[in-house]
């Protein structure tokens, strides 16, 4: 299935823009076939020259350094879209009179605070099963 292009943004540095373009080819399944290829041609001219200890160090070097490279990727691209979808739903928090706008700060909070907003929204969510599940035996009677 081929993925729409996404159009250009500017507003964005060049380094974000070339880091999501990276993640963007690095997550195709064509790019996991072309390694596995290229790793699989490796070891098998590795294994026809008797594996030099050359090669094998020159092998490792670059497999640290990609993957490090491509934690870096990942984490960029992903902390951009977690910082998207916290702005989207602080919007949504913001536009629903009824919400508890302290939650829009939910992220600054203490381990305490966010421990204590846990439970407070298990309480409501557990009295909002329990009047579920009352109508429910109330209609069923």
């Known amino acids: 299935m081929a ?10 540095p060049t380094r974000s823009r070339l880091l999501y373009r990276v993640d963007q080819w690095a997550s195709r399944p ?3 076939l072309i390694v596995l290829t290229g790793a ?11 594996f030099p200890a050359r090669w094998e160090t020159v092998f490792q070097t670059l497999v640290a350094a990609l993957t490090l490279a491509m934690v870096f ?33 939910l992220e600054h909070a203490s381990d ?3 421990r204590a907003s846990g439970d407070l929204h298990r309480g409501i969510r557990q009295a909002a099963l329990d009047e579920q599940s009352s109508q429910d035996q109330r209609a069923s009677t």
């Open 3 to 12: 993925r729409a292009p996404q159009p250009v943004d500017r507003s964005r």
């Open 30 to 32: 064509f790019t996991a």
């Open 40 to 50: 699989l041609a490796w070891v098998l001219l590795s294994l026809a020259a008797g």
């Open 73 to 105: 990727v990942i984490q960029h691209t992903q902390s951009r879209q977690q910082a998207a979808t916290q702005r989207k739903l602080d919007e949504i928090l913001q536009a629903l009179p009824e919400a508890d706008n302290a939650l829009l700060s």
């Open 112 to 114: 305490d605070e966010l």
